[in-house]
């Protein structure tokens, strides 16, 4: 099993940014994913999930309106937009397969930054 993820992103402050997470090595529609990222010096902080099979997603009321997950099963791809990027955006974001053996991608860093 692999989840990989894009490579580091660097935006402004109101822009958007899209992280993809390619997942491998198991049938990708039977597993939710969920998102999380960690802010330098925070603890780890959920996202939210989606369902891969048929694109359901429950959002944490604090990223609500701002966050969008979405999946292309053509490629066993999930990807998480983040718009309206604040200052205190500036995180490590991961993927993560929901499984009592969980897998996790290797984080990608989105900083924001003027």
């Known amino acids: 099993v692999q989840l990989v993820q894009s490579g580091a992103e660097l935006r402004n402050p109101g822009a958007s940014v899209k992280v993809s997470c390619k997942a491998s090595?198991?049938?990708?529609?039977?597993?939710?994913i969920d998102w999380i990222r960690q802010a330098p010096g925070q603890g780890l902080e959920w996202m939210g999930r989606?369902?891969?099979?048929?694109?359901?997603?429950k959002y944490a009321p604090k990223f609500q309106g701002r966050v969008t997950f979405t999946a292309d099963t053509s490629t066993n791809t999930t990807y998480v937009e983040l718009s309206r990027l604040r200052f205190d955006d500036t995180a490590v974001y991961y993927c993560?397969?929901?499984?009592?053996?969980?897998?996790w991608g290797q984080g990608t860093q989105v900083t924001v930054s003027s």
């Open positions: 989606m369902d891969p099979e048929n694109g359901g997603t």
């Open positions: 090595g198991y049938t990708f529609t039977k597993y939710y």
């Open positions: 993560s397969r929901v499984a009592v053996l969980d897998y």
